[in-house]
């Protein structure tokens, strides 16, 4: 079936780890984001990225790397300067107007 | 600066009671899109409606309906005869034409339906 896939689903940090959260699609989807969300707020837009080798800052980008060498591939890397990482982050792709998210990866920092 | 509020946090209804979620939006953008997503407990964003600015026509789907009044900037969603599964956040968002596909959100509505 064609999605988008995020691993894992639980990731627990501790303090000063940096942390890889794992976003596949085979939607054949040029663009993806990661999204972050906190209890009772909005998704926030951490990266984006339009093409493979080309990504872009959200409006919280603080804290967080990213990559795109495939186009399929768009790892999340919660770094130890990102001081409260303890939340739910989605990963989206989409194509022309519309955009499908995975099913979250739920990070909390132990 | 493009702005989604979703002004209710949390609605509660009796099954089979109708909900209507607000939704408002800010953009400068003359043409823009407008969606809804579900939230179920699991996590997953569930992509409800698509609508463009251009296109102010009312659209049912099932018990969904959608209300688009460019002249208030609203972007209301209706649940009619609602069901325990309906439970869920529901989000309004709102893209741009050059935002390359990125979404702002609105704060979302948790709709709790008991039996």
């Known amino acids: 079936d064609g999605g988008i896939t995020q691993s894992p689903k639980y990731l627990f940090r501790k303090e000063g780890q940096n942390v890889t959260l794992s976003c596949e699609q085979n939607l054949n989807h040029d663009a993806m984001y990661w999204y972050r969300q906190d209890p009772g707020q909005g998704l926030r837009l951490i990266y984006y990225s339009q093409i493979v080798n080309d990504f872009q800052k959200g409006d919280i980008a603080e804290g967080y790397s990213v990559s795109r060498e495939k186009k399929e591939s768009f790892p999340l890397t919660v770094t130890s300067a990102q001081k409260n990482p303890t939340a739910f982050y989605l990963c989206?792709?989409?194509?022309?107007?519309?955009?499908?998210f995975g099913q979250g990866t739920r990070l909390t920092v132990v | 600066a493009q702005k989604v509020t979703q002004a209710q946090t949390e609605i509660s209804v009796v099954e089979k009671e109708d909900v209507t979620l607000d939704c408002v939006y800010e953009t400068r953008d003359t043409t823009y899109y407008l969606f809804w997503y579900k939230q179920p407990p699991s996590g997953e964003l569930v992509f409800l409606i698509r609508?463009?600015?251009?296109?102010?026509q009312n659209e049912i789907s099932g018990r969904y309906s959608w209300n688009f009044q460019k002249s208030t900037s609203s972007f209301n969603f209706t649940i009619t005869a609602s069901q325990v599964v309906d439970s869920a956040v529901y989000f309004c968002a709102l893209r741009g034409t050059d935002s390359w596909g990125k979404l702002q959100f609105g704060a979302g509505t948790q709709v709790v339906v008991t039996p």
């Open positions: 989206a792709s989409s194509i022309q107007r519309d955009a499908f």
């Open positions: 609508r463009n600015s251009f296109d102010e």
